[in-house]
């Protein structure tokens, strides 16, 4: 058995654990993260596109910010389509100026890692029957199997950035955490695609046939989802019919200019509102997806999980310079007002514009009425506008 020790033991190397650990580095923390999976498999897989102002600072405050200011679009509104037609938000106009960044989750992944990489960071990556124990103590520990051989990490705190489906959140005991959960009866199907984007923002719409999303990584690279039935699966979509359906949904500009192509990556991603509370378990915390779901439609995940590692590093900055342990206690609070302030914005958007058959025809309506609402009125657009874009860390505070 070999034993290490740090300070803070990081399991899982998304973006939650990739970023905590570059922000802990420039404190002057020690971190090791423990993964599961290969750097090239984590790497492999497409998630969020949409960087709020506070992830982008986020980024920059941990140093890898240069290549998201380069290559990201920034993009100052998008459009809502309904009943055939497309209305635009201006995000822009109607926050006082802030904007959202078009750069992909697995750009954020590469640049974090190479940062770690260069700095010589320890990373251990396929790491199997990842464990925590005596989370409750003050002496928790990571245990790790590698090449037949088993590992120990002592530390002083655990961060459970484990995503979802991780040992973290699976290891408190049932009587000491409440989940909340809403499963939505539909999910998305995304494509990839080298092809120049149909239009040089988003366009989110709600068609009669399901949601669909028109959205980009690149000035040639293109992403798209379309709404689907939870029973489909991805191999009954070939790329004919994918574009075919997406072509359906679309108004007739955006119908006239979609660039179609061989997909690069095609899969369906069922959605799902779940919270946690609370998110700290003594000397475990987690973060990220580890501890809360929102379903795509608002562009949140990534966000509230850049958010939530800010409040956990700073928490833990607190701890070891100012020998305070304010953050620590205060966290999981911190959080999930965030986090609820959110999962609620998710939720009505999602709501808003896919297609419910179990709601009728008078649903489609009530969806049209409030559509149209939303992009006349000032208040409704702001409304929409503001939550977008994200809200200030410091709001209500
Ligand atoms: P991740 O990315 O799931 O990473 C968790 C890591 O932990 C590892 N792991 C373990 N490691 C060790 N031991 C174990 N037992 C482990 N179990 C798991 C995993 O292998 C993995 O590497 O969680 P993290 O870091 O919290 O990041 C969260 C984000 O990935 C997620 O919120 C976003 O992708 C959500 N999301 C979006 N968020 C946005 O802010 N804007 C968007 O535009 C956006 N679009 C999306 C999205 C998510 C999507 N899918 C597929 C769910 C679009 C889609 C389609
Ligand atoms: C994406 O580009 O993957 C994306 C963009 C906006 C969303 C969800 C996903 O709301």
Request: charged share 20%.
């Amino acid at each position: 058995m070999r034993n290490t020790r740090t300070q803070v033991a990081i399991v899982g190397a998304g973006p939650s654990g990739l970023l905590l650990g570059q922000l802990l580095f420039k404190a002057g923390i020690d971190a090791i993260i423990v993964e599961r999976q290969s750097g090239d498999y984590v790497l492999s897989r497409i998630r969020a596109g949409v960087l709020e102002q506070v992830t982008m600072d986020l980024l920059d405050e941990a140093g890898v910010g240069q290549r998201m200011h380069q290559e990201g679009l920034v993009h100052g509104g998008f459009d809502l389509l309904f009943n055939g037609a497309r209305h635009r938000i201006n995000v822009n106009a109607l926050t006082g100026g802030k904007n959202v960044m078009v750069y992909g989750q697995t750009e954020v992944t590469r640049d974090l890692m190479l940062a770690r990489e260069q700095a010589g960071l320890p990373t251990v990556y396929e790491a199997e029957k990842v464990q925590i124990h005596d989370f409750d103590s003050a002496k928790p520990r990571v245990s790790y199997e590698k090449n037949g051989q088993l590992h120990t990490i002592e530390c002083d705190f655990i961060a459970g950035c484990d995503g979802f489906h991780g040992v973290c959140r699976a290891s408190v005991p049932k009587g000491a955490i409440k989940e909340f959960e809403k499963v939505y009866p539909f999910g998305w199907l995304g494509v990839l695609s080298d092809t120049p984007p149909v239009h040089h923002e988003l366009i989110y719409a709600n068609s009669t046939r399901g949601f669909a999303l028109c959205s980009q990584r690149s000035a040639i690279r293109s992403r798209y989802y379309l709404q689907v039935p939870l029973s489909d699966k991805v191999e009954q979509w070939s790329d004919e019919a994918f574009w075919a359906e997406l072509r359906h949904r679309l108004d007739p500009e955006a119908r006239e200019h979609l660039v179609t192509g061989p997909s690069i990556e095609k899969s369906i991603a069922p959605l799902r509102s779940f919270v946690t509370e609370p998110m700290r378990f003594g000397r475990m915390f987690l973060a990220g997806d580890a501890a809360h779901i929102v379903p795509p439609t608002g562009a949140k995940g990534l966000n509230l999980a850049a958010t939530d590692v800010k409040y956990l590093s700073s928490a833990f900055i607190a701890y070891y310079h100012d020998k305070t342990e304010s953050g620590i206690d205060r966290y999981s609070e911190r959080c999930l007002r965030r986090i609820w302030r959110a999962s609620r914005f998710s939720w009505w958007f999602t709501s808003l514009m896919h297609h419910f058959p179990e709601n009728g025809d008078i649903g489609q309506k009530f969806q049209d009425a409030e559509l149209d609402y939303l992009v006349h009125s000032q208040a409704g657009s702001q409304n929409i506008a503001e939550n977008y874009v994200g809200l200030p860390l410091n709001f209500g505070e």
